[in-house]
């Protein structure tokens, strides 16, 4: 859950905030109505990562066959003796 903060508290003390959003996300509202985030950037980095996969149709098809028990999973070392053989 994000901690909120109105574009006036955020001004006044913005390092702080800054600091703060490394922990978890800051939601900055305007009239009591959100109009931004201020996330790090690890946080924002995982949401683009996720997006990816979402909007990848092999992945999403993996991952439903994942979670369908539709997934066969080999040991690393099957790779090495199909290179060879």
Known sequence: MAITYSITEA???????VRESADHPIAITRHDKVVGYLLSPER???IM????VLGNPKAMTAIRDYEAGRT???PLSALD???EG
């Open 11 to 17: 001004q006044a003390k913005f390092p702080a905030v």
């Open 44 to 46: 924002m980095e995982a």
């Open 49 to 52: 990562e996720t997006l990816e």
């Open 72 to 74: 066969t999973f080999h």
């Open 81 to 83: 003796e199909t290179d």
